[in-house]
């Protein structure tokens, strides 16, 4: 398709258990931003990309939390040791650039940690 | 810190009546976005706007920019059922990091 492309939809795991969540952005869109939203609250900004670099990373709540996207397209967002607080949905948004202001989001991955 | 706030949180209102809906930080913004999201989607994007005092109406939705470019406000004329949804803010800084308000989560009764 042609939107952004969030895998798994679902994905319930056990307390210090690895994640990883995959986004398939739009093609051609350089920027690439990760958030989380917990129920009833607005998305919270954890990194984007411009390119294959994070250009800014400062909303990761803590270093289980890892995202990369070698090739500038794909990127993956990886949990370590999942604590049950990082049940949420996780968003991933593309734009064609870091300056225009304009997101397109996938439909979200919803983690539940039990 | 860079933060949005939106008020009000929850608005519950009658079919065919008016609301207004507020965006407001500290921050000067180079950009700001209102989406719309429904339950289990992620946010849509409704508009941008970018220049301060910047005015753009969507059928019955306007939005303003305030003229330091630090608050907007989305109008909405006649709500209808189907405007129910969660209406949220994003900010767009110099760094171009985007950072969204809580939401206001708005409810039209029919």
């Known amino acids: 398709g042609a939107g952004v492309s969030q895998t798994p939809s679902n994905k319930v795991t056990e307390k210090g258990k690895y994640v990883e969540l995959r986004c398939d952005p739009i093609s051609g869109h350089t920027a690439l931003y990760w958030y989380r939203q917990s129920l009833g609250q607005g998305p919270e900004f954890l990194i984007y990309f411009q390119g294959t670099g994070a250009a800014d990373d400062s909303g990761l709540p803590n270093d289980r939390f890892f995202a990369v996207r070698p090739e500038g397209s794909v990127s993956t967002l990886k949990i370590q040791r999942t604590e049950r607080g990082d049940s949420a949905v996780y968003l991933c948004?593309?734009?064609?650039?870091?300056?225009?202001?304009?997101?397109?989001f996938g439909e979200g991955s919803r983690l539940t940690v039990l | 810190t860079q933060l949005l706030e939106q008020s009000p949180q929850f608005l519950s209102i009658q079919e065919g009546e008016n609301l207004t809906v507020y965006c407001n930080s500290s921050?000067?913004?180079?950009?700001l976005q209102w989406y719309r999201q429904e339950p289990g989607e992620g946010p849509v994007l409704l508009v941008t706007?970018?220049?301060?005092?910047e005015v753009k109406k969507l059928k019955r939705l306007t939005f303003q920019f305030g003229d330091a470019r630090k608050d907007s406000s989305l109008h909405i004329t006649a709500a209808q059922p189907g405007d129910t949804g969660l209406y949220l803010c994003a900010g767009e800084f110099r760094d171009d990091k985007i950072i969204f308000g809580k939401g206001t989560r708005l409810h039209i009764l029919p």
């Open positions: 706007v970018v220049t301060g005092g």
């Open positions: 948004a593309s734009s064609l650039s870091s300056n225009t202001g304009e997101l397109f």
């Open positions: 921050s000067v913004f180079s950009s």
